[in-house]
């Protein structure tokens, strides 16, 4: 089976401009979620979906969105971007299991200057 | 709400040494417990699992335990490689499908 694959891998952004990272769950997952990995803060929660819906949100100004579409696949978008939004994002997916194991992509590597 | 804490590193270690990396955790309910590695450069990469009290999770010669009388989840291995250089994440899943995760730990494995 496929991993998850997160596209891109890597980005350069300016203040004040837009972004979107996709995200590929594994095949046959339903839930997707979305972290942001920093040195500062360290790995935290963005935002869940299941079957297109949002299900859980973290703290996080509301600059930073997602969607998920029919396929599974997610996206995440952050608006006017900062310079503190530069991180590694990562998505993982979920499937069935009681335990709720996710597995994660490489992440995608933003960075705004 | 939820939180997890785990031993502070960096540790460096010679090959073949014992390794142990603490991890607590405060959650409601009856959490999933997981160990992370993230190699240099890429996403994290599951490396155990325990769903229930007691459950000994273990992959690759690395084992925990879920321990819910002192809300723990150690990570041990009896004899590191060079290879398990990396850093390790202890993290806890509750009802709300939220992985929380303690602030990990950089592991070096010298030759």
């Known amino acids: 089976k496929a991993g998850v694959t997160q596209t891109p891998r890597y980005l350069i952004k300016t203040r004040g401009q837009q972004v979107t990272l996709s995200c590929s769950p594994i095949?046959?997952?339903?839930?997707v979620s979305w972290y942001q990995q920093t040195p500062g803060q360290g790995l935290q929660f963005l935002f869940e979906y299941f079957s297109e819906t949002q299900r859980n949100k973290g703290n996080f100004p509301g600059r930073f969105s997602g969607r998920q579409f029919s396929n599974s696949r997610s996206e995440m978008n952050v608006s006017t971007l900062e310079l503190g939004d530069s991180a590694l994002y990562l998505c993982?997916?979920?499937?069935?299991?009681?335990?709720?194991?996710?597995?994660f992509g490489p992440g995608t590597r933003l960075t705004v200057t | 709400g939820n939180s997890v804490t785990q031993m502070e590193g960096p540790v460096t270690l010679s090959e073949e040494a014992f390794l142990t990396i603490n991890c607590t955790y405060t959650?409601?309910?009856?959490?999933?417990l997981f160990w992370y590695v993230q190699y240099p450069g890429e996403g994290l990469q599951l490396l155990l699992k325990?769903?229930?009290?007691?459950d000994k999770g273990s992959n690759k010669g690395f084992e925990a335990t879920y321990r819910k009388e002192t809300t723990s989840f150690h990570l041990e291995k009896g004899s590191v490689q060079v290879s398990d250089s990396a850093v390790y994440f202890c993290?806890?899943?509750?009802?709300?499908?939220?992985?929380?995760f303690g602030k990990g730990t950089l592991l070096t494995v010298n030759p």
């Open positions: 095949s046959g997952h339903r839930s």
């Open positions: 325990a769903t229930k009290a007691d």
């Open positions: 959650a409601t309910g009856y959490p999933s």
């Open positions: 993982a997916s979920s499937g069935t299991s009681g335990s709720h194991e996710q597995y």
């Open positions: 993290a806890l899943i509750g009802s709300n499908y939220k992985l929380t």
